[in-house]
Nanobody, 119 residues
Framework: QVQLVESGGGLVQPGGSLRLSCAGSGIIFGAYVMGWYRQAPGTQRELVATITGGGIIDYLDAVKGRFTISRDNAKNTVWLQMNSLKPEDTAVYYC?????????????WGKGTLITVSS
């Protein structure tokens, strides 16, 4: 059974920092592109950051220079370090594991963790 479990969410003031963690089990972690998505109320889920098994990284423009994604395949864990947080970063953040092979596309999701940026 595949599980992705996020932790580290909470309430933070504007300008503050948080670090999200996502622990995976039931998959060959290094074979998956790991990502963080977020969804604010009334909006569509959007991709925040991704990191391949080999460490290739991509970010949503709105978080470049503020967020850092990293992973440790030996620990089956991916992190999202979020600095200089803004109220518009408020959302539920989801961990995603993605893999494509031939015609098959596989996605696994965590249950999400809420980040609220407010004074």
């Amino acid at each position: 059974q595949v599980q992705l479990v996020e932790s580290g969410g909470g309430l933070v003031q504007p300008g503050g920092s948080l670090r999200l963690s996502c622990a995976g089990s039931g998959i060959i972690f290094g074979a998956y592109v790991m990502g963080w998505y977020r969804q604010a109320p009334g909006t569509q889920r959007e991709l925040v950051a991704t990191i391949t098994g080999g460490g290739i990284i991509d970010y949503l423009d709105a978080v470049k220079g503020r967020f850092t994604i990293s992973r440790d395949n030996a620990k089956n864990t991916v992190w999202l370090q979020m600095n200089s947080l803004k109220p518009e970063d408020t959302a539920v953040y989801y961990c995603n594991a993605h893999r494509e092979g031939g015609t098959q596309v596989v996605n696994y999701w965590g249950k999400g963790t809420l980040i609220t940026v407010s004074s």
